[in-house]
Each structure stands twice: as structure tokens, then as C-alpha cells.
């Protein structure tokens, strides 16, 4: 039958996807047997069901297939998986996943073949890295759909296994083993997966007077009235606040500058105790969005030693992210360009081995996540300022105004960075002009504002431009200090 399709939304398809564990690891040699012997034995050992697919593609070791029957499906499933336990020309084993749903098909005109897409094409492709090597795995959907059939395959049996969590972040679903009834069960009943809660409790959900408190201070933009708003809560706590609620308080502290309240909230959310069959255990002392808000609220105290402590501790963890490294070069940054009263010092006062390794951590955060415009900006700063000249701003923020600048009026906080990025290039008045339709169009609240403003005063203090463009930086400072 020939691999074609209809465009369009095609309803109750089962999707097979496979792939070989080793194939990365093949030498020159080893490919080219891969391809000249290997694929057309295993083509051969598949053709015949592998054509009642519609459609089906394949890419280095990655074969998809679409069908409308499960007995098909199963049928080309076991054949592939059969093929790689018997065959002797290379050492691979498979890990094939299948899955049931609708998809989109429609015809690929760069390749001028049939193809598809949509989310249950991508369940089964996130399902595979975490099949058994050698082993075939489906998700609940397909394993009911294939039994639910008025004619199912006979002598074949799903053994559960169990909620899965799939790859790349993909979510957790339930998931079988597909195989024939002569063959062996591999999943003993004491590995059937278990309810953890008693053992490793989850933290408390927040109670419906939280949440309206929380819907309150959540209309605060300014750090007055949030004030206002935080007074009394003392007695809160005492009659027993969860632990989740002291944590959005210090998100929102810190959201508008109240750094000392944030700190004494984020503290107080590791605190909160649970009772774990009478063992007291502390389920948010490690919470990582906690910990990142401390350091943060510290940091802007002038408290970089124990921020920083924080940071690093994460990064050793595991947690190594783009975040991670923005906000230890952030400590490093701070600690650099600002004295003990917390105070901008001129270029001459600002130390610069310290300020060198945040420009080098802003470098690799950009590095690990081009679309982070927050790293790119900061390390274009810290380059400018380590470097006396302007001009050696140009490459990234080039590259910035290159890259977002069709993003321009989306947000804020994008908008401020494409302003910043031109001023380091010494537009000035163009970034002044900038900095005006974005606070026009987004109306940030004036913690948002201040914050741009004091990355402009340092750039303004380390005196990198001349001295008829001082006047027309500081009409970009007094701009974001307007109150609205």
C-alpha cells in the first residue's frame, strides 16, 4: 500500500514510534553497515505491516507509523522488536512506544511526502526515552483502545506498570507492557508504583482564606500599600498559615521592594512543619523557587555572602540552569558595583575581578538559553563597563535589538531591554524615546521602573560616555522616576 494520506484532522489513530539504544555510539564503519545491511533485513522483516501504515517516515534510527487498526500496530511492533533480539549484525536494541489519539495529517512539501502532527505524535516520541531497553511500552489510551476492539490480536497481554513520568518535562501518565501471553511477566507486584504521601507528605494547599488574602495583595504594585496590607499578619501564622502561603508573601514582597519582609517570609516557609508517621519533616527547606527568593531579597539587602552561599549550594545540587547562573552572577554583580550603604561606586571603586566573573556567568547563562534577553542585556553592561568603551557593547546589543526587536510591545520588561540595548550603543535620545512608548504601552509599577533606572545610574556612575550624554542619560533616569 503506498504511504499516503488526507490532510486534515484524522480521528482514532494508534501511533507507533521507536528508536535503537547504541546507535548514537556506531563508528563510520558501523554506520555504513547500518545502512547498507541493517536496514534493508529489517525492512524486510517488517514490509508487511509496516505498509498498512498511513502514514510512516523515518530518520537515522527513528521510524514513525500511524494506523487506524491496534492489530496492525501491535503487529509491526512486535516484528521490529523480534528483528533486533535475533539478528546478529549489530549490537542495538530497541525501545519502541505507542499511543491512541486523533492527529493532524497533511502533506509535507519539502520532503513531497505525507506527514504528521499534533500532541499525540509527540506522546509516544516522549514515552520512548524512558521505555525499557528491548521492550515495548503504551500508554493507558492505546491499551484500552487495542482491547476495546471487536476483533483484538489474540495471545497478547498488557502488564501495567504504572504512572511514568515522560521525557522533557512532557507530564505523567500511565503506561503497560506489551507483549505475548507465552512470554514472561516482568513486572512483580512490590514494583507497582506506591502512594508516597504517607511516607513523604506534600505540602499543605493553601486554605480559602489564604487565597482570598493572597487575591488582595496580589493588586498591590507598590510596596506602600502592600505594606499596609501585611500588618497584622503576625496573628495568621499563629493560628497556623501554610507554609505555601509565606512563600507567595515573599514573592510578592520581593515582586515590590519590600526585601526585608520577603526575606522574613521566605525564612518562615522553610520552617513549616508536616508530621510524616510522627516524624517531623520540612517538605519546603529545599524548595528551589524558595530558595531563589531569599537569595534575592538578601542580595539586594547587600547580603551577597549568604546569597551567593545559596546560589552555589543549588548549582552543586543539580539545579545548573540558565537561572541558576544569572542569579549567582547577579550576587557577584551587586557585590561588585555597590558599596556597604548600598550605594552605586564609581568605576575606579568597583571591583573588577568580581565584576569580570559576573560577566563571564551572564556569558554562559546567555550561552545555555538563547532566548534569555535578561542575560544577554546584563552581560552587555558588565562588558561595557569592565571594557571604558561604549563601543564594546556592540555585539550583543546588536544581537539584541536584531533578535527581539520584533518582539518590541509584547512586555516590559522586553521593551525596557531593547531601550537598554540601544542606549549602550549610544543612542540616546532613540532609547529615551523607547523607554517612553514602552512605559506608555505596559505601565509598569514603579518597583519595575526603578529597577531599569539603577542599571542606567550605573552605567551613568562608571562615566562611559561623554559628557554632553550625560544629560540625555539622565532624562532616561528621571523618566523611570516619574510616580504615574
Same mark, same amino acid.
Given at each position: 500500500?503506498?504511504?499516503?494520506?488526507?490532510?486534515?484532522?484524522?480521528?482514532?489513530?494508534?501511533?507507533?514510534f521507536?528508536?535503537?539504544?547504541?546507535?548514537?555510539?556506531?563508528?563510520p564503519s558501523e554506520t555504513?553497515?547500518?545502512?547498507?545491511?541493517?536496514?534493508p533485513?529489517?525492512?524486510?522483516?517488517?514490509?508487511?505491516a509496516? /505498509?498498512?501504515a498511513q502514514?510512516w517516515?523515518?530518520?537515522?534510527?527513528?521510524?514513525f507509523a500511524?494506523?487506524?487498526?491496534?492489530?496492525?500496530?501491535?503487529?509491526?511492533?512486535?516484528?521490529y522488536?523480534d528483528?533486533?533480539?535475533?539478528?546478529?549484525i549489530l549490537?542495538?536494541?530497541p525501545?519502541?512506544?505507542?499511543?491512541?489519539?486523533?492527529v493532524?495529517?497533511?502533506?509535507?512539501p519539502?520532503?513531497?511526502s505525507?506527514?504528521i502532527m499534533?500532541?499525540?505524535v509527540?506522546?509516544?516520541?516522549?514515552?520512548?526515552p524512558?521505555t525499557?531497553?528491548?521492550?515495548?511500552?503504551?500508554t493507558?489510551?492505546?491499551?484500552?483502545?487495542?482491547?476495546?476492539?471487536s476483533q483484538?490480536?489474540?495471545?497478547?497481554?498488557?502488564?501495567?506498570?504504572?504512572?511514568?513520568?515522560?521525557?522533557?518535562?512532557?507530564g505523567?501518565?500511565?503506561?503497560?507492557?506489551l507483549?505475548?501471553?507465552n512470554?514472561?511477566?516482568?513486572?512483580?507486584?512490590?514494583l507497582?508504583q506506591?502512594?508516597?504521601t504517607?511516607?513523604?507528605?506534600? /505540602?499543605?494547599?493553601?486554605?480559602?482564606?489564604?487565597?482570598?488574602?493572597?487575591?488582595?495583595?496580589?493588586?498591590?504594585?507598590e510596596a506602600?500599600?502592600?505594606n499596609?496590607?501585611?500588618?497584622?499578619l503576625?496573628?495568621?501564622?499563629?493560628t497556623?498559615?501554610?507554609?505555601v502561603?509565606?512563600?507567595?508573601?515573599?514573592?510578592?514582597?520581593?515582586?515590590v521592594?519590600?526585601?526585608?519582609?520577603?526575606?522574613?517570609?521566605?525564612?518562615?516557609?522553610?520552617?513549616?512543619p508536616?508530621?510524616?508517621?510522627?516524624?517531623?519533616?520540612?517538605?519546603?527547606?529545599?524548595?528551589?523557587?524558595?530558595?531563589?527568593?531569599?537569595a534575592?531579597?538578601?542580595?539586594?539587602q547587600?547580603?551577597?555572602?549568604?546569597?551567593?552561599?545559596?546560589?552555589?549550594?543549588l548549582?552543586?545540587?543539580?539545579?545548573?540552569d540558565?537561572?541558576?547562573?544569572?542569579?549567582?552572577?547577579?550576587?557577584?554583580?551587586?557585590?561588585?558595583?555597590f558599596?556597604?550603604?548600598?550605594?552605586?561606586?564609581?568605576?575606579?571603586?568597583?571591583d573588577?575581578?568580581?565584576?569580570?566573573?559576573s560577566?563571564k556567568l551572564?556569558?554562559?547563562?546567555f550561552?545555555?538559553?538563547?532566548?534569555?534577553?535578561?542575560?544577554?542585556?546584563?552581560?552587555?553592561?558588565?562588558?561595557?563597563?569592565?571594557?571604558g568603551a561604549?563601543?564594546?557593547?556592540?555585539?550583543l546589543?546588536?544581537?539584541?535589538k536584531? /533578535?527581539?526587536?520584533?518582539?518590541?510591545?509584547?512586555?516590559?520588561?522586553?521593551?525596557?531591554?531593547?531601550?537598554?540595548?540601544?542606549?549602550?550603543?549610544?543612542?540616546y535620545?532613540?532609547s529615551?524615546?523607547?523607554?517612553?512608548?514602552?512605559?506608555?504601552?505596559?505601565?509598569?509599577?514603579?518597583?519595575?521602573?526603578?529597577?531599569?533606572a539603577?542599571?542606567?545610574?550605573?552605567?551613568?556612575t562608571?562615566?562611559?560616555?561623554?559628557p554632553e550624554?550625560?544629560?540625555?542619560?539622565?532624562?532616561?533616569?528621571?523618566?523611570?522616576?516619574i510616580?504615574?
Amino acid at each position: 500500500m503506498e504511504n499516503t494520506t488526507t490532510q486534515g484532522i484524522s480521528a482514532d489513530k494508534y501511533i507507533v514510534f521507536t528508536d535503537l539504544a547504541g546507535f548514537s555510539k556506531l563508528t563510520p564503519s558501523e554506520t555504513q553497515v547500518f545502512a547498507a545491511e541493517l536496514i534493508p533485513a529489517l525492512y524486510k522483516e517488517i514490509e508487511t505491516a509496516l /505498509v498498512k501504515a498511513q502514514p510512516w517516515n523515518t530518520w537515522g534510527d527513528a521510524l514513525f507509523a500511524v494506523f487506524s487498526n491496534p492489530n496492525d500496530a501491535i503487529e509491526l511492533m512486535l516484528l521490529y522488536r523480534d528483528f533486533f533480539s535475533t539478528t546478529k549484525i549489530l549490537s542495538l536494541k530497541p525501545r519502541i512506544a505507542a499511543h491512541f489519539g486523533d492527529v493532524f495529517c497533511y502533506h509535507d512539501p519539502i520532503l513531497n511526502s505525507p506527514s504528521i502532527m499534533g500532541v499525540n505524535v509527540n506522546t509516544p516520541a516522549r514515552l520512548e526515552p524512558v521505555t525499557r531497553v528491548g521492550e515495548i511500552f503504551v500508554t493507558e489510551e492505546f491499551q484500552k483502545r487495542a482491547i476495546g476492539v471487536s476483533q483484538p490480536l489474540p495471545n497478547i497481554a498488557f502488564d501495567p506498570i504504572g504512572e511514568l513520568e515522560f521525557a522533557k518535562g512532557f507530564g505523567v501518565m500511565e503506561v503497560f507492557r506489551l507483549r505475548r501471553n507465552n512470554e514472561e511477566e516482568q513486572i512483580p507486584e512490590h514494583l507497582f508504583q506506591q502512594k508516597l504521601t504517607e511516607a513523604l507528605p506534600d /505540602v499543605d494547599d493553601l486554605t480559602k482564606d489564604e487565597k482570598s488574602y493572597l487575591k488582595t495583595c496580589e493588586g498591590a504594585d507598590e510596596a506602600k500599600t502592600l505594606n499596609v496590607l501585611l500588618e497584622g499578619l503576625e496573628s495568621t501564622f499563629k493560628t497556623g498559615a501554610t507554609g505555601v502561603f509565606a512563600m507567595r508573601l515573599a514573592e510578592l514582597c520581593k515582586q515590590v521592594g519590600l526585601y526585608k519582609q520577603g526575606e522574613d517570609y521566605a525564612r518562615l516557609a522553610g520552617e513549616f512543619p508536616l508530621n510524616a508517621d510522627g516524624i517531623t519533616v520540612y517538605p519546603l527547606r529545599h524548595d528551589v523557587d524558595r530558595l531563589k527568593t531569599l537569595a534575592n531579597c538578601l542580595s539586594k539587602q547587600g547580603k551577597y555572602e549568604e546569597a551567593t552561599n545559596i546560589m552555589y549550594d543549588l548549582w552543586q545540587s543539580g539545579k545548573q540552569d540558565s537561572d541558576t547562573l544569572c542569579m549567582l552572577a547577579a550576587q557577584y554583580k551587586r557585590k561588585a558595583l555597590f558599596d556597604q550603604e548600598n550605594k552605586i561606586q564609581s568605576r575606579e571603586q568597583m571591583d573588577r575581578p568580581l565584576l569580570e566573573r559576573s560577566y563571564k556567568l551572564y556569558l554562559e547563562a546567555f550561552r545555555r538559553d538563547l532566548d534569555s534577553y535578561y542575560a544577554a542585556i546584563n552581560a552587555a553592561y558588565n562588558g561595557v563597563i569592565l571594557s571604558g568603551a561604549v563601543k564594546e557593547a556592540g555585539k550583543l546589543a546588536k544581537y539584541i535589538k536584531i /533578535v527581539w526587536m520584533k518582539d518590541q510591545g509584547q512586555n516590559w520588561w522586553k521593551d525596557a531591554t531593547l531601550a537598554e540595548a540601544e542606549m549602550l550603543e549610544g543612542g540616546y535620545r532613540k532609547s529615551l524615546q523607547w523607554f517612553q512608548k514602552a512605559l506608555q504601552a505596559h505601565n509598569p509599577p514603579s518597583f519595575e521602573r526603578a529597577s531599569t533606572a539603577t542599571q542606567i545610574e550605573i552605567f551613568q556612575t562608571a562615566g562611559l560616555h561623554s559628557p554632553e550624554d550625560k544629560e540625555e542619560i539622565q532624562k532616561i533616569i528621571d523618566l523611570l522616576s516619574i510616580k504615574t
